[in-house]
């Protein structure tokens, strides 16, 4: 028995909620109706985000722990694959007042973010003090080194592992002075 895939599939899309608005292309592709009662696995997902805006709180109904952010999320760019092993290309992300990716980004394991292997290859990442504190309140605690030193910080590079045990290789540069770096 050959089963041929199903699918939806939205061209030209603009999906608008009070505060986000998901532009361009999106079609989710499944073997069989009951695959979507395991879409993280059995989904595959294609998108083309063209000139698109996710506000925090519109993510904080699926990520809960987002609601604290606060930010409008710019995002240009593909992405394919399932919710579980997903990639990104020619992505531009902006967030905050000074945060933005340029690059293409493949995560392996979510949604469990502490065993999501992550392949990052980054044209050029930046970010704040104040914009990484508010997207990742863990840092604040951070009392050596003196993070708050950090006014800015510009990563060009590769990063390629899990979020506590990764490799890494790429120009670091902030306003205390650059880090060429190769380390694990």
Same mark, same amino acid.
């Given at each position: 028995?050959?089963?041929?895939?199903?699918?939806?599939?939205?061209?030209?899309?603009?999906?608008?909620?009070?505060?986000?608005? &998901?532009?361009?292309?999106?079609?989710?592709?499944?073997?069989?109706?009951?695959?979507?009662?395991?879409?993280?696995?059995?989904?595959?997902?294609?998108?083309?985000?063209?000139?698109?805006?996710?506000?925090?709180?519109?993510?904080?109904?699926?990520?809960?722990?987002?609601?604290?952010?606060?930010?409008?999320?710019?995002?240009?760019?593909?992405?394919?694959?399932?919710?579980?092993? &997903?990639?990104?290309?020619?992505?531009?992300?902006?967030?905050?007042?000074?945060?933005?990716?340029?690059?293409?980004?493949?995560?392996?394991?979510?949604?469990?973010?502490?065993?999501?292997?992550?392949?990052?290859?980054?044209?050029?990442?930046?970010?704040?003090?104040?914009?990484?504190?508010?997207?990742?309140?863990?840092?604040?605690? &951070?009392?050596?080194?003196?993070?708050?030193?950090?006014?800015?910080?510009?990563?060009?590079?590769?990063?390629?592992?899990? &979020?506590?045990?990764?490799?890494?290789?790429?120009?670091?540069?902030?306003?205390?002075?650059?880090?060429?770096?190769?380390?694990?």
């Amino acid at each position: 028995m050959t089963m041929t895939p199903q699918g939806m599939f939205f061209s030209n899309m603009e999906l608008q909620t009070n505060r986000s608005v &998901i532009r361009d292309y999106y079609s989710m592709s499944y073997d069989d109706m009951d695959d979507l009662g395991d879409y993280i696995h059995k989904v595959k997902m294609s998108a083309v985000f063209r000139d698109s805006y996710i506000d925090s709180d519109d993510l904080a109904f699926f990520a809960p722990k987002l609601g604290s952010w606060k930010k409008t999320i710019s995002l240009n760019g593909k992405v394919r694959g399932t919710v579980d092993d &997903i990639t990104g290309t020619d992505m531009r992300i902006q967030a905050g007042n000074g945060t933005l990716l340029y690059g293409n980004l493949s995560l392996t394991g979510l949604p469990d973010i502490n065993q999501t292997f992550i392949d990052l290859k980054a044209d050029d990442l930046r970010t704040t003090w104040v914009d990484a504190a508010s997207m990742v309140p863990a840092i604040q605690r &951070i009392s050596s080194p003196d993070l708050r030193q950090l006014q800015y910080v510009q990563f060009r590079g590769n990063f390629t592992g899990f &979020i506590r045990d990764f490799v890494t290789f790429g120009t670091l540069q902030t306003n205390l002075g650059t880090l060429t770096t190769d380390i694990n």
